[in-house]
């Protein structure tokens, strides 16, 4: 399943309770892979094979979708260096870089959240 | 498209560079309308309807199918008042509620990120 629309900056028209800027942003880095290429963009820009690597389940399809819409959305740039072979590696924006903060506190919550006792999960399996 | 698979805190098998818990809280959170739910249920606890209502857009069929993803995730609660008529409401678990630092950092990046200018957004139009 593979949704080709890219994640727009363009608010969508929201109701009353729902900031639509709120909405594309949380929907932009929580996408299915989008955290772990976000997570996996931090520290030394990698090549594409260095990040899928991090990343086994994902195809090599899916990965370059995400990261044109990542690219698509700002949070992601796509370098050249016109060595032979080319060098192609894929870094965060100025802000991308911002996300920083916003990944953390999602990691540490996340630990916090599996080390609550699983409630209906046994019984949904 | 629904996708009926109910996020679980068992973390899936992933590869060196990602962490299973970071990869599942943040899918959680960012899943298709599951930031504006729990954004929305921050304050009083609200009814199906209300909720509903600060989410306009969203069906039925998918509000109750992601309340009750975010209540098999241990991070959303219904509570039914033996009241006539009977009262449900929908209410963060403590877990759920320890988002809130979380869904901040959310909202104050994702104002900066709209704020930037659209790079690409124009070109794949």
Known sequence: ???KVAPQRQPVEEGPGVCPVFHAGIELIGRRWNG????SLRGR???FNQLREQIPRITDAMLSLRLRELEDAGVV???VTMT???EVRY???AVGERLAP???AVAAWSQDWARQAPRSTE???
Request: proline share 12%; charged share 30%; glycine share 0%.
């Open 45 to 47: 820009p990698p090549r």
């Open 91 to 93: 870094q965060l924006t």
């Open 84 to 86: 032979r072979p080319v």
């Open 36 to 39: 772990v290429i976000l997570q």
């Open 123 to 125: 019984e949904s399996a």
């Open 77 to 79: 740039e796509r370098t």
């Open 1 to 3: 399943m593979v949704e």
């Open 102 to 104: 916003v990944l953390d």
